[in-house]
């Protein structure tokens, strides 16, 4: 199957910054990418639907000042977390949608971002 | 997207088939069955996906009831490293399709 890749892979960081974590189509080319939080024993929540070249759309609740997300080209998406705070602590992971399937296209998922906010 | 309703846990012997069930009975026509897995604290796998016939890859076989209101996902032989959290989702085809993740079936061979 296609490879997603996402970096960093865990990143610690004090409350108050910003982190930026970075979500990559190796083999694919994918215009349209997903990013999901997921809190322990938790399932995956999607948060934001990012389709290249226009701006993302967030899921109910989901604050867009908060998840800036940035999908400048067609292999690669960005998610910031603005003013981290102990809450957004979580299991952050994105998937990208390959193409190649048409109508049946897979969504491929990278193997996760952990976010700790001290 | 339709719902889909899966026991929240099972448990197979190393070796045997893993069958794992799924009930989507709200889904439509134009709606394709996905499973995807997630091994703990990785990001999923995807595993197959159907429309109405029934399925087989390298992973694992799916069948899909003829009124589609169900389908169960084989594992063949299963292995220790099948271990994991199991998802059925129903999605529509196309770009609009979204994944939206329930809460699964916890998988878990034992040896």
């Known amino acids: 199957g296609a490879v997603v890749s996402q970096h960093p892979s865990r990143v610690i960081c004090k409350s108050g910054t910003s982190v930026k974590i970075e979500c990559r189509s190796l083999?694919?080319?994918?215009?349209?990418m997903f990013w999901y939080r997921q809190f322990p024993k938790q399932s995956l929540m999607l948060m934001a639907t990012?389709?290249?070249?226009?701006?993302?759309?967030?899921e109910q609740g989901v604050e867009k000042d908060k998840f800036l997300i940035n999908h400048a080209s067609l292999t690669l998406s960005t998610l910031t977390v603005t003013s981290a705070h102990p809450e957004d602590s979580s299991f952050y992971i994105c998937s990208a949608r390959d193409p190649a399937g048409g109508l049946t296209d897979t969504q491929y998922f990278g193997p996760g971002t952990r976010l700790t906010v001290l | 997207d339709a719902k889909t309703t899966q026991p929240p846990s099972m448990d197979c012997a190393e070796g045997r088939a893993a069958n794992l069930p799924c009930n989507h009975s709200t889904i439509s026509g134009n709606e394709y069955v996905y499973w995807y897995r997630q091994i703990h604290s990785q990001g999923p796998q995807y595993i197959i996906h159907?429309?109405?016939n029934n399925e087989t890859n390298e992973m694992a076989s799916l069948i899909i009831t003829e009124d589609r209101k169900s389908s169960t996902l084989i594992l063949p032989h299963a292995t220790l490293r099948d271990t994991a959290v199991y998802y059925c989702?129903?999605?529509?085809?196309?770009?609009?399709?979204?994944?939206?993740f329930g809460q699964g079936t916890t998988l878990q061979v034992k040896p």
């Open positions: 159907g429309l109405k």
């Open positions: 990012s389709n290249e070249g226009s701006k993302a759309t967030y």
């Open positions: 989702i129903v999605r529509k085809a196309g770009n609009t399709g979204k994944l939206i």
């Open positions: 083999d694919f080319q994918a215009t349209t």
